[in-house]
């Protein structure tokens, strides 16, 4: 597999993940600061839009952190990291793999454009009920499906380790404490340490 990621984005998600996994892969860094590294054909056959992350495995190609989270996990059943077809906890999962990517994320740009909000109309409803629901899905925790890390604590986990870097989690002991439990993790770690090198 080949992860093409740039530091200080959202391929780190993609990092996590796969350093979760544990399955050899290369990691390509691309500076999508730079336009020419941007039009690097090799990296644009596998994410259109030239956005990291992109994943290349074999003849699949996958250019969202999202999509990449969830085929890894389904892919590499061994590593445990997603609940298997048909398993009482399959559904939640895939509610939460998503939420990051639909909710979180369009209901933060919304709020810090100032946007108009319509949260009838607007499938991530608004800020202020994408962080409720949030916390509401990891009031028994430790992770969203409870005793058990998933593919959706990577997206959710990020997601909250980025608020959090922004300074929109300070009232939100609940979500930090979430975000402090996935900063512990030795593959969380590894992630970051690659970003520093
Ligand atoms: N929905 C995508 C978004 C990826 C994305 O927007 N990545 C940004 C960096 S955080 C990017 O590559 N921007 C470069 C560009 O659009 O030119 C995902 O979650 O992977």
Redesign the pocket.
């Given at each position: 597999m080949k992860l093409y990621w740039?530091p200080?984005?959202?391929?780190l998600?993609?990092l996590w993940m796969l350093e979760e996994l544990g399955e050899p892969y290369e990691r390509v860094r691309i500076d999508?600061?730079d336009p020419a590294a941007?039009a690097n054909p090799a990296f644009r056959a596998v994410?259109p839009?030239?956005?990291?992350?992109?994943l290349e495995d074999g003849a699949t190609r996958l250019?969202?952190?999202?999509?990449?989270c969830a085929y890894l996990a389904d892919q590499y059943p061994r590593s445990g990291l997603a609940p298997a077809i048909g398993a009482a906890d399959r559904g939640r999962y895939l509610q939460w793999l998503l939420y990051?990517?639909s909710v979180i994320?369009p209901a933060m740009a919304e709020k810090f454009s100032k946007a108009p909000v319509s949260a009838l109309a607007h499938g991530w409803g608004s800020y202020e009920q994408m962080l409720e629901v949030l916390r509401a899905g990891l009031a028994e925790g430790p992770w969203i499906l409870g005793a058990r890390f998933s593919a959706a604590d990577v997206m959710l986990g990020m997601a909250c380790h980025f608020m959090q870097q922004f300074k929109l989690l300070d009232a939100e002991p609940q979500l930090t404490g979430y975000a402090d439990r996935c900063r512990t993790r030795p593959a969380f770690q590894r992630a970051l340490a690659f970003e520093e090198s």
């Open positions: 740039c200080k984005t959202r391929a998600r993609a999508i600061r941007k994410s839009m030239g956005k990291v992350p992109a250019w969202d952190s999202g999509a990449i990051t990517n994320e």
